[in-house]
C-alpha cells in the first residue's frame, strides 16, 4: 500500500512539471487521476496505521525493539498526515506552499526510511 502512495505521488509530481507543456491537458488529466489515486490510497493507509498503533508500534516500544527508526517511521506518518490534512484543508498559500514541500521531502526519502526500518527490525529478530 506503502509503494501505491509513492508511485501516485512521484507520478503526480511528473504530472504536474508537464502540464504546463504542449501535451499539457493529457498531464493535467493524468495529474487529476493520480491526485484522486494518492487520497484514495492515503485514506487506506490511516486505516493501517490505526491498526499498526496497538499490534506493532505499542509491542516494539515495550520490548525495545527498533526504537530509533520506529520513532522515525512514526514521526514521519505523523508529518504526512499533518501537511496533507494541510493540502487538502489549508486555504492560505505560504501554508499550503509549506505543507507541499514538506509532504514532498518526507515522501522521497520515506521508501528508504521504511527499508531501514524493516532491515533493522529482522536484525533484532535474528540476533
Known amino acids: 500500500m506503502f509503494s501505491i502512495l509513492f508511485v501516485t505521488g512521484a507520478g503526480w509530481l511528473l ?34 496505521l490505526g491498526a499498526l ?26 508529518a504526512f498526515v499533518l501537511t496533507g490534512f494541510a493540502l487538502y484543508y489549508a486555504g492560505v498559500d505560504l501554508t499550503r506552499a509549506w505543507a ?13 526510511l521504511l527499508l531501514l526500518h524493516v532491515a533493522i527490525g529482522r536484525g533484532w529478530r535474528r540476533g
Open 53 to 78: 498503533v496497538p499490534l506493532h508500534v505499542r509491542p516494539g516500544w515495550r520490548m525495545r525493539k527498533n526504537r530509533t527508526t520506529g520513532a522515525l517511521m512514526v514521526t514521519a506518518n505523523g
Open 100 to 112: 507541499s514541500w514538506g509532504h514532498t521531502a518526507i515522501g522521497l526519502v520515506f521508501p528508504m
Open 15 to 48: 504530472a504536474d512539471q508537464m502540464k504546463d507543456t504542449a501535451s499539457g491537458d493529457a498531464w493535467q488529466a493524468a495529474a487529476a487521476s493520480l491526485l484522486m489515486a494518492h487520497g484514495g490510497a492515503a485514506m487506506a493507509i490511516l486505516l493501517l
